[in-house]
């Protein structure tokens, strides 16, 4: 049923240890996947009662055009956003360390693109209607640049995640035997493209993945700048803002690598991959995250200060409501829980542990959505002549669908892992070969001195 | 920030200094025109350079459809606020002569109050901005421009995407949250100049009864109000009507230091308030 050590050859545990979800997922595999897709299906039931019904049941209205589905497209593409950006910053800088975790966070970059993306139909009034995008776009829109950013990232997210995948399927085509299956094994043939790990070979997929990890890196900063202009390209208060591009790709940056730690760490217990992944993986990754949420910090510093102090009427309004009237509580619960705790909890030696680790990115997770809403609803329901305000009601529909999206991406994950590696096999043995020293003690002495 | 802004008079309807209105569904500013090039230009991609040369020849496009071939004319409203009391009657007519959902007030009123702390009432309709950011930022071409100077809203293209109603600067823009309760008593077919009934799921909002005013009839609003306030005009001809007086367009606007909503946005609206005496106009 299952390879055997034997039949993996070389690197015969790690071999084993990256297949295990592909041939045994575990007990527990089975219960949560079918709670997770319970709640999927839920808010895909959900979202066909929103359609019936109309957008209202989302809790919408006049003076609160946009709310929860806006700050989900922005969050959920934003974590897709550090996954891929991790990835390839270590693999351009050649971090080594990064050859265990660089799956999962390529993984999690195309689930979480998927599943953000989703946001952009789900908030729609007409979603049938959305192949006009392609067919009578105004290029003008900002949202059109949208469309054509994210299906651009979308491909090159895909791409990453496959390129390096190449030799791994290679090794799945060659050791899983009949044990995988019809469809796996035909899965493992076609996407092995015949990889023989001939030096051509090598030397051709090693210049794609470099490219396309230098791609990816500008795809990724258009893909949120661009979801950041759709809101600062109108002259709402609040969004209308320069830092918007930057302050969102930042702000996507610390969430994602933040869930990286979080899936990384749920992974590495439910398949059991500590051998490969310790807390020297999870303490670099809090640093990255760590740094990344002080640039987040010194810029919603920065915009509250500059349209604080000058304190024009409309801008006024937003700085109040955040800092002291109704959004206060959300947004220093924000600044506290999901910035600085997370900072300090990665910095502090004292808790330099996994779990306080996780807890940061838990937590740094969790407040960037808070934050997103924070920025979409205050300006989205501030009143832009008179002194009304609207207000957005949080109805279970929205509230299903939020939680379906977010059940989406660990089985999405889920899936993945039950056909290709988790572990990228073939860059960890890769790194290992380059770490261990040649046997210089083995060569005859002054051997070549003498001629 | 203020919602008014005084600017000298003359630069306001010195007409020689506003653009001539196009006969083309969608005006291009130059600056959305580089906008355009710019986002054709980094898309490298066929199907929506494909799609906006097959749009511009679009022989469904609304702005065609029953188009009689009168001069073009180049619509404006002149708000009177020292006339208005604030009955709402303008907003009532709207609605049930467009067969419009309570919620829907194409025409607001709404009772402000300036920095005296004196109370005013302040209709607002769509501006028909002849620089909209609305139809600059419509993905689909769905909010257009007519010939004369109109934003117009074509729901059979709108994708509901509410962009729109995030650039609109004046709340003049509508969402049909559910499907609406009220229908005109014979079924016709909406047409973006009389969108009735409301299509759910897109946006509307107020068409300056392009529907009445391009067959030299009133608009409701200013047919039910009592007290005269509101005026309708063209910029070319150079008159107003309220119903009752005629006045040349320009004088009135210059004599009766007419301003336009958040000039400072630089959406040149086509709907002029004339303030109260010497009230401050700063609320």
């Known amino acids: 049923m299952v390879a055997t050590a034997a039949e993996f050859g070389e690197g015969a545990a790690l071999r084993a240890a990256a297949f295990r979800p592909v041939q045994t997922p575990g007990r527990w595999f089975w219960p949560v996947f079918a709670a997770l897709g319970a709640l999927v299906a839920v808010a895909a039931a959900a979202y066909g009662y929103q359609l019936l019904a109309g957008l209202w049941v989302a809790g919408y209205g006049d003076a609160a055009f946009y709310g929860i ?20 910053v270590l693999r351009l800088t050649n971090a080594r360390w990064r050859a265990p975790i660089t799956r999962m966070a390529e993984a999690m970059a195309l689930v979480s693109l998927v599943v953000g993306g989703s946001f952009a139909i789900i908030h729609l009034g007409r979603p049938e209607r959305i192949w006009q995008l392609v067919t009578r776009p105004q290029a003008a829109s900002p949202i059109v640049w949208d469309v054509i950013a994210i299906s651009t990232y979308l491909a090159a997210t895909l791409i990453f995640l496959y390129l390096p995948l190449i030799p791994d399927l290679a090794i799945a085509r060659d050791r899983l035997g009949p044990s995988a299956g019809r469809l796996r094994r035909a899965f493992y043939r076609v996407t092995a493209v015949g990889w023989t790990a001939t030096p051509a070979q090598r030397q051709r997929l090693n210049w794609s993945v470099g490219a396309i990890a230098i791609l990816i890196i500008p795809l990724a900063i258009t893909v949120h700048s661009v979801l950041a202009w759709a809101f600062s390209m109108t002259s709402r208060p609040g969004w209308h803002s320069t830092i918007f591009g930057p302050y969102f790709v930042i702000g996507a940056l610390y969430s994602g690598v933040a869930l990286v730690i979080v899936v990384v760490a749920a992974f590495r217990k439910a398949y059991r991959l500590e051998p490969y992944i ?22 919603t510093f920065s915009e509250m200060l500059t349209t604080g102090y000058v304190r024009t009427r409309e801008e006024a309004s937003i700085v109040a409501v955040l800092l002291e009237g109704s959004f206060a509580p959300a947004f220093w619960g924000f600044m506290i829980a999901g910035i600085l705790i997370p900072i300090a909890l990665s910095l502090v030696p004292a808790t330099r542990q996994v779990r306080y680790l996780v807890l940061a990115g838990v937590l740094a997770v969790v407040g960037m959505w808070l934050k997103r809403l924070l920025i979409t609803l205050p300006t989205a329901t501030a009143p832009l002549i008179g002194d009304v ?36 096999l073939d860059e960890m043995m890769e790194a290992d070969s380059r770490e261990l020293p040649q046997p210089v003690a083995e060569q005859p002495l002054g051997a070549e001195g003498v001629l | 920030m203020r919602y008014f802004t005084l600017t000298a008079q003359s630069d306001r309807v010195d007409l020689a200094e506003l653009p001539q209105v196009g006969d083309s569904a969608v005006r291009m500013s130059r600056r959305q025109a580089l906008l355009a090039l710019a986002a054709a230009g980094g898309a490298l991609a066929a199907g929506p350079l494909l799609g906006a ?22 619509w404006a409203m002149v708000i009177d606020l020292r006339r208005c009391d604030g009955c709402k009657k303008c907003t009532e007519a709207c ?21 005296t702390g004196a109370e005013f009432n302040m209709p607002r309709l769509c501006m028909h901005c002849e620089d909209a950011p609305c139809v600059r930022v419509c993905p689909v071409t769905a909010t257009f421009v007519d010939r004369d100077g109109l ?22 823009r509508y969402f049909n949250w559910t499907e609406p309760k009220t229908r005109p008593p014979l079924p016709t077919k909406a047409t973006p100049e009389f969108p009735s009934p409301q299509q759910r799921g897109t946006v509307g909002k107020c068409v300056l009864c392009v529907h009445n005013i391009k067959f030299g009839q009133l608009p409701y609003c200013l047919e039910a109000c009592t007290m005269g306030a509101i005026y309708i005009g063209d910029l070319d001809a150079d008159v107003a009507t309220n119903g ?15 301003i336009r909503l958040k000039e400072e946005l630089n959406t040149k609206p086509r709907v002029w308030y004339i303030p109260g005496h010497g009230e401050d106009l700063e609320w």
């Not at chain 1, 310790?278 to 990344?292: E, K, N, Q, T």
């Not at chain 2, 040369?53 to 180049?74: C, F, I, K, N, Y």
């Open chain 1, 389 to 424: 305000w609207g207000s957005v009601q949080f109805t279970w529909v929205a509230i299903v669908i939020t939680l379906g999206a977010t059940a989406a991406i660990p089985l999405g994950l889920m899936i993945i892992f039950r056909f290709v590696p988790i572990l990228a």
């Open chain 2, 95 to 115: 609605q049930a002569k467009h067969y419009l959902p309570p919620q829907q007030e194409w025409i607001k009123v709404y009772t402000l109050r300036d920095r």
């Open chain 2, 244 to 258: 009752t007086e005629t006045v040349r367009l320009s004088s009135f606007l210059s004599e009766n230091n007419a």
């Open chain 2, 151 to 172: 934003v117009l809203v074509d729901q059979d293209k709108c994708i509901g995407c509410r962009l729109c109603m995030a650039a609109c600067p004046y709340e003049a």
């Open chain 1, 69 to 88: 589905y806006e700050a989900n497209l922005v969050a959920f593409i934003g974590v897709s956003y550090g996954g891929a950006l991790v990835s390839a």
């Open chain 2, 53 to 74: 040369l097959v749009q511009g020849s679009d022989p469904a496009d609304p702005t065609h459809q029953g188009m009689e071939p009168l001069p073009p004319r180049r």
């Open chain 1, 278 to 299: 310790g807390l020297p993986h999870f303490v670099s990754l809090a640093r990255i995250m760590a740094v990344l949420g002080g640039v987040y910090l010194y810029f």
